[in-house]
């Protein structure tokens, strides 16, 4: 401060020394509570993050809620100059204290003072030792640059009394020496990570500001994409205005969105050089990087000093760990670069991928080389990585990169090279192409039966003959590839170690598909000794995967689940956490969770199985999405599972899949519509359905795909027609030991006997699948018949012929199913006149109701919102047009001061409870 203010030449504008508006869709955050209540011994609470982070927000939100005293000074570009920072100041602190620096004020208004510090001296001297805890707020301080403020900052953070804490709010690390200050413990950091959403604050959040319902997995993807960034949580908000445009706007994000790119544009245009600008685009190809990647990469000497002037700059470059030397852009902001790069920079991305392929390898990472490699569709950097590391990437289950380096590979070239071939068929077959992967075989037969001696194209061949094991096992011709496996067996691999393994394993997987249970797991444990031998982890996880299934198989839930426990260890001591086969472990350790009932572990390993192979495309999520459909009907939540069963349906339609898979699936959608009473959609399940073969029925999904012919049929009130499938299945199960569906069968035996009133077979029946429940543990499958279910366990309790343990468990399940929301009783009632009258002539209804009446459809709306429909599917019940059901939710609201359907849903459920007696 060289000039003296005078008091006329500043004027005070009151908005900057009060608190921000608070957001209209505030979601609180109570987690940060416990970080501000330590912060008695600090003298700075550093809150630092990029923009739009929800620093303010929090800060505010967060002091106000704690009842906290604060004192703001929200900066702006002018507030640069030390004497208007000084006013500000003095200002923001007098206006809080009530009056603490009267005098400091008035000698800065009428002779102002030679500098910040001497300003400050007295400022602190004025302010008295003691007083009630204070915060002194400054907001945006990064748009501070002048060395006399940060000193001056310094000055106060020594001497402040000791009630007072400074906030400071910055996009930037400010220099005021916070490193001195971490080191003496005097500060608290509060950084981007931790002001990042969380799935369950984001999906508060949208609960609370969109009027239709997303699912969680739509949150947590979202959430995922933008790495809890709360502005682009608000924009997601503000321009979907269904689910469905809710999700596509979620999938944009991927490749970039314009008002994103536009947001990026304005935060980036003034505030980089072209240096800079140059730097970030170059290095944005790279999806990680430290100095020397990036030195590599924009070929700069100084890329040290380029990296940390960008550091400084508070741009969108998060650290990968606490060394500080590794970094990487945020997701949205590496997709705005690259969109950038390629338009600016076009002729340099092929060589810039080749130079980051280049350093990659040189470091040893051959997965980010090999990535670049196709990138740059550079053929001969692919087959050179291939030759060399090929072979890990398949043991490491790197099934996507390796059909990508594939793609971009010329035919010839893989025909060529006996590993290159078996890496192309084995990628094709765990992709489900099978029918490819003969043709990838033969090619490679024609090249290379010319030039190999009879010996080497034995044994080249028998390695074939391990895929070619695979395959027959995955399109059901377990006796096929017991053949193919054998002659595997009998060489020794020579181009892939794990063809042995391979083989071994078909040979397990095919003595479980025929029942042989005992046989099947040794064989099962054999396999995982010799993955663990070869470091093939993939293997090691699929053999413990498979000895899991056929523990499930024998009813041995436990035991499946101890298993999956040991899997994850393994997993986790190898750091295999993104490996795609993961899914599958995930997958299975869901299908547990359900039928134990254990409905949110079953949820989060359903969602963590999609977060896992979110690269892979939708396509492999139809089992997480099978499972996800069976906890929404589980917990009665009628519209999620019917997005679900929808989104299976579309992808049933236009994929090939594993029989495991589809028995699954459509197990879920026959319970969907058989809970929704949609007959015309299981009777056209039942024209395509898979043949229905009980003599076949030596495995979990042959079990299952008949047990669904039957639950149609039973459905159908055909039970004459289920009963034989259902008995049939029962004796094949009973022959082989297939514990876990002798117990489904007799739960839908007894349901089928009982709504064909034989109530003495469905007391029999349920008798027996409670018993084996006690080695099962199952709920899952007894609920799953509906409300059904409480009037045999209730008969069954009154015959008082269950012993203490399995009435427990009776009335444990007559407990679960009551609780359960049958999907279609809300439809029923919201049609029924004389139920509604019923409602509005008592005399505890809400005074709105009698005063502002609902129209019929209005009625018709309300419970159907209530069960759970989104406004799509309520037109489509309604058979009116979206923008109808609209108006009449607008009107809804409108009449009974409605803003959110959640609150419609409470009233309804208030209204409807009242005549249910619920
Ligand atoms: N807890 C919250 N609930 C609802 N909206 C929020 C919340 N936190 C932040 N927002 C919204 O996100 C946007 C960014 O928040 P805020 O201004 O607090 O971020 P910031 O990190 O201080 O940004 P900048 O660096 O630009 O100052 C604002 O529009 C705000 O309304």
Same mark, same amino acid.
């Given at each position: ?90 200002? &923001? ?89 971490? !080191? ?339 064989? !099962? ?155 015309? &959609? ?32 039973? &459905? ?15 004796? !094949? ?64 309790? &009154? ?78 019940? !309604? ?40």
């Amino acid at each position: 401060m060289t000039t003296t203010i005078k008091p006329e030449s500043l004027t005070l504008i009151k908005a900057k020394i009060l608190p921000p508006p608070r957001p209209a869709h505030l979601l609180e955050r109570e987690k940060f509570d416990d970080l501000l209540h330590e912060i008695d011994p600090v003298n700075l609470i550093l809150v630092q993050a990029p923009a739009g982070y929800g620093k303010t927000t929090m800060i505010d939100d967060r002091l106000g809620a704690l009842g906290a005293n604060a004192a703001w000074f929200r900066l702006d570009a002018q507030d640069n100059l030390s004497e208007q920072f000084a006013f500000y100041v003095a200002h &923001s602190l007098n206006e809080a204290t009530r009056g603490a620096c009267p005098e400091t004020l008035r000698t800065l208004n009428q002779q102002g003072y030679p500098t910040l510090q001497t300003f400050l001296t007295d400022l602190l001297s004025e302010l008295p030792l003691e007083g009630d805890p204070l915060h002194l707020v400054l907001d945006d301080y990064h748009l501070i640059s002048n060395p006399e403020i940060h000193s001056g900052v310094m000055f106060l953070l020594r001497h402040l009394p000791p009630y007072i804490t400074l906030v400071l709010l910055s996009r930037t690390t400010p220099p005021i020496g916070v490193a001195q200050l971490r !080191m003496q413990g005097r500060m608290l950091e509060i950084t981007a990570k931790d002001l990042s959403f969380s799935a369950d604050e984001a999906q508060v959040y949208f609960e609370q500001r969109l009027r239709f319902e997303v699912s969680r997995e739509s949150v947590e993807r979202a959430n995922r994409r933008v790495e809890g960034w709360v502005s682009a949580l608000q924009l997601l908000a503000a321009t979907a205005s269904t689910g469905v445009e809710f999700n596509e706007y979620v999938e944009q994000l991927h490749s970039g969105n314009h008002y994103i790119f536009d947001y990026f544009d304005e935060l980036t245009r003034t505030s980089i050089d072209n240096e800079q600008r140059l730097f970030l685009l170059r290095t944005s190809v790279l999806e990680r990087f430290n100095a020397l990647m990036v030195m590599r990469l924009a070929q700069q000497q100084d890329g040290q000093f380029l990296l940390n002037s960008l550091l400084n700059l508070g741009l969108f470059i998060v650290p990968l760990d606490s060394s500080g030397l590794w970094f990487r852009y945020h997701p949205l902001f590496a997709a705005y670069l690259r969109h950038m790069q390629v338009c600016v920079l076009p002729d340099e991305t092929a060589q810039l991928h080749q130079r980051a392929s280049d350093a990659w390898r040189e470091m040893g990472f051959f997965e980010d080389a090999a990535r670049h490699a196709v990138l740059a569709k550079d053929q001969q950097r692919i087959k050179d990585i291939l030759l060399s590391c090929g072979r890990d990437f398949f043991t490491e289950g790197q099934f996507n990169l390796l059909q990508r380096c594939f793609d971009a590979l010329n035919k010839e070239v893989i025909a060529d090279h006996p590993i290159l071939t078996l890496l192309r068929a084995w990628v094709a077959q765990g992709q489900y192409q099978w029918s490819e992967v003969e043709s990838w075989l033969r090619a490679a037969e024609q090249h290379l039966k010319t030039h190999c001696s009879e010996e080497e194209w034995e044994a080249i061949n028998g390695e074939f003959n391990a895929v070619r094991a695979q395959v027959a096992m995955n399109v059901g011709d377990a006796e096929r590839a017991q053949t193919f496996a054998k002659s595997a067996l009998a060489h020794d691999p020579v181009y892939l170690p794990t063809s042995r393994t391979a083989a071994s394993s078909v040979i397990g997987e095919s003595l479980f598909v025929q029942g042989h249970l005992k046989e099947a797991i040794t064989r !099962m444990q054999d396999t995982e000794q010799l993955a663990l031998a070869e470091h093939a982890h993939q293997n090691v996880i699929w053999a413990l995967c498979q000895q899991s299934e056929i523990s499930v198989a024998q009813g041995y839930l436990q035991k499946a689940y101890n298993i999956q426990e040991k899997a994850l260890q393994y997993a986790e001591d190898h750091s295999l956490e993104r490996l795609p086969i993961l899914e599958f472990l995930y997958r299975i350790r869901s299908q547990i969770m359900w039928e134990w009932h254990h409905l949110e572990s079953a949820e989060r390993c359903a969602l963590k199985g999609i977060e896992i192979l979110e690269s892979q495309g939708e396509r492999w999520f139809i089992q997480s999405y099978v499972m996800l459909a069976k906890i929404a009907q589980a917990r009665g939540r009628q519209s999620l599972c019917a997005d679900y069963v929808q989104k299976i349906h579309k992808m049933l339609a236009s994929g090939e899949y594993h029989i495991d898979w589809t028995a699954n699936a459509h197990a879920a959608m026959l319970s969907y519509w058989d809970a929704v009473r949609d007959k015309e &959609s299981i009777q056209r399940w039942l024209t395509a359905a898979p043949e229905p073969t009980p003599e076949q029925a030596t495995n979990h999904f042959t079990q299952c795909n008949i047990r669904n012919w039957a639950r149609a049929y039973v &459905s159908l009130g055909d039970f004459d027609k289920a009963l034989p499938l259902l008995e049939g299945i029962q004796s !094949m199960a009973e022959q082989f030991g297939l514990k876990t569906d002798i117990n489904r069968n007799h739960i839908h035996l007894s349901q089928l006997y009982w709504l064909n009133e034989q109530r003495e077979d469905a007391l029999r029946h349920m008798a027996i699948a409670l018993k084996l429940a006690s080695t099962t543990g199952a709920v899952g499958s007894f609920l799953r018949i509906g409300k059904v279910l409480i009037n045999i366990l209730k008969a069954l309790i &009154s015959e008082e012929q269950l012993d203490e343990m399995e009435k427990q468990r009776a009335e444990r399940l007559i407990q679960l199913a009551q609780q359960q929301r049958d999907f279609s009783r809300a439809i029923r009632i919201s049609l029924d006149e004389a139920i509604i009258q019923d409602i509005i002539d008592r005399p505890d209804v809400p005074e709105l109701i009698r005063t502002s009446p609902l129209t019929r459809r209005e009625w018709q709306v309300l419970s159907l919102i209530h069960a759970g429909l989104s406004n799509d599917q309520i037109a489509e019940h !309604m058979k009116v047009a979206p923008t109808t059901v609209k108006t009449h939710i607008r009107s809804l609201y409108q009449k009974q001061n409605i803003t959110h359907r959640s609150e419609a849903i409470n009233l309804a459920r208030d209204l409807l409870s009242k005549i249910q007696g619920e």
